[in-house]
């Protein structure tokens, strides 16, 4: 078991947000005060916006921060997995750096994430898109997705791109050097690989700010994550690992 007062990491992947992700930042830190050995670390993915810049300036008011860089744009896994590797505390911590998710929910997140005694905790926003404030279409894609997601790759959570969870660190090293995606799919890799390893993988509802309501999905997003969640199907099904 992870004990509650070990150190948590929160990895912050980052693209075009200098508006807003020093705000992120500070939040994260105010809502992580009270708990020992924190630290946030941010991956400006390529960003052709002020993100690094802002990052850059978020980490020189606040000691906890600390910035790593893309010269182009990777992808959100590429951007974990550097954040990742420049990390050091034992629970490990995902969560986009858009705001879309208040980061005042992070500390009764990992405490859920500590008492269930798992593996990973992954948040589930089904229940906070029932308002109404969320455009239908946006809610049916959702479901029909996650029942996708649920049939091809019989996870134990139907929500996977909800971009908060908590793992053990030893979870994800012992699966990260099999990880082959880089971008939309790679939460699915990563959760799939933990299954076949054995990992304990539950869900836990999060709130979302609303902002989150009026992020829209293009075709190109709808073509990419039918893209990639079908090639990360494939990889896995031939995979051992």
């Not at 924190?38 to 300036?57: F, H, L, N, P, Q």
């Not at 791109?161 to 030893?170: A, D, I, M, N, P």
């Not at 993988?201 to 709808?222: F, K, N, W, Y």
């Amino acid at each position: 078991m992870v004990p509650p007062a070990s150190g948590v990491s929160v990895l912050m992947p980052a693209f075009n947000v200098g508006e807003i992700i020093a705000e992120n930042a500070a939040r994260v830190a105010k809502a992580m005060i009270d708990h020992p050995n924190v630290e946030i670390v941010i991956c400006d993915d390529g960003s052709t916006d002020r993100t690094g810049r802002a990052a850059a300036d978020a980490a020189a008011d606040l000691d906890v921060v600390h910035v790593v860089h893309h010269e182009r744009n990777l992808g959100k896994g590429a951007a974990l997995r550097t954040a990742f590797d420049a990390s050091t505390q034992p629970i490990v911590v995902f969560l986009d750096g858009d705001l879309d998710l208040p980061p005042e929910q992070l500390p009764t997140f990992i405490a859920t994430f500590v008492d269930r005694n798992v593996d990973a905790l992954v948040g589930e926003k089904s229940v906070a898109m029932s308002d109404s404030s969320f455009p239908t279409i946006r809610r049916v894609l959702s479901k029909i997705y996650s029942g996708v997601v649920a049939v091809l790759f019989r996870l134990p959570v139907r929500e996977t791109q909800t971009g908060l969870k908590v793992f053990r660190r030893e979870a994800i090293e012992r699966v990260l050097p099999a990880l082959t995606i880089n971008r939309f799919t790679f939460d699915i890799e990563l959760l799939g690989r933990l299954v076949r390893q054995g990992a304990s993988i539950e869900g836990a509802p999060v709130e979302l700010a609303p902002r989150a309501a009026a992020t829209g999905l293009s075709i190109g997003t709808l073509f990419e994550m039918a893209r990639d969640t079908l090639l990360t199907w494939w990889r896995l099904r031939r995979s051992r690992q």
